[in-house]
């Protein structure tokens, strides 16, 4: 079987030492490892306490669009785009996914073309970096409507989205952003299908799901409690 944490110590004293050992690990030492597995996780400062738990649904399509987010998380696959007004939770959903999976990484989409470009200066290829998000556990990008969206970033985006479907690894996109069906204008640049390509929405058509976030800002809210 396994030794002892520490050692030297006799067999019979062993559980009892290593239980002194780490009782006297500062709890502040704890609190750093727990935080470097959230950024890890490209979970930031402002996100560490979102989980499924402190996710509140404001209506019946917040409450399945949790449901949705829970069963991929279970799943360890499925695709997902989550759209709607800034503070309305898409990040903490795909925080809380991410907690639920402990493995992967969160990436802005200005991100993701960067970690792909400067491979390129490391001397690692275009198809080697980009096959390094397509393996991950879990992959969410977040902010996918604030890039420059050039072709090369679109491409980019839909050969991921669809290697990743290709190998059952789960996905999400977020976006701020309102579907063409409920733009007064009819279509504008921020509907979901202006910002992406239709490749990429015929990913979510056929083999992903959709979710739209109607309601305002979370953070409006709590502004408004406190003045």
């Known amino acids: ?5 520490f050692l030297p110590v006799c067999p019979d004293c062993a559980a009892a030492w290593d239980a002194e050992i780490e009782a006297r690990i500062p709890k502040e030492e704890k609190a750093v490892d727990a935080e470097a597995n ?3 996780l490209g979970i930031r400062p402002r996100h560490y306490a ?7 649904p404001r209506d019946d399509e917040e409450r399945k669009t949790l449901e949705y987010c829970k069963r991929l998380a279970d799943a360890r696959r499925g695709l997902i785009a989550l759209i709607g007004n800034n503070g309305t939770g898409k990040t903490h959903l795909a925080c809380s996914i991410a ?8 990436y802005k ?16 290829s275009e198809q080697g970096q980009l096959d390094a998000l397509i393996r991950l556990p879990f992959l969410a990008i977040d902010e996918a409507d604030k890039s420059k969206r050039t072709e090369n970033e679109m491409n980019w985006l839909s050969y991921i989205i669809d290697e990743r479907l290709e190998r059952y690894r789960p996905t999400v996109l ?3 952003a309102h579907p063409k069906a409920t733009c007064k204008d009819q279509k504008c640049d921020k509907c979901f299908e202006s910002i992406m390509t239709p490749d990429v ?9 959709i979710r739209y976030f ?10 408004g409690k406190s003045e």
């Open 1 to 5: 079987g396994n030794g002892p944490l």
């Open 38 to 40: 959230l950024e890890a």
């Open 50 to 56: 979102c989980t499924f738990d402190t996710f509140i």
């Open 99 to 106: 907690r639920e999976i402990g493995a992967g990484r969160i």
């Open 109 to 124: 989409m200005i991100e993701a073309a960067m970690f792909i470009r400067l491979g390129f200066d490391d001397g690692k």
């Open 174 to 176: 977020i976006a701020n």
């Open 201 to 209: 929405l015929d990913r979510f058509s056929q083999f992903g799901v």
């Open 214 to 223: 109607s309601g305002e800002s979370h953070r409006r809210e709590l502004r």
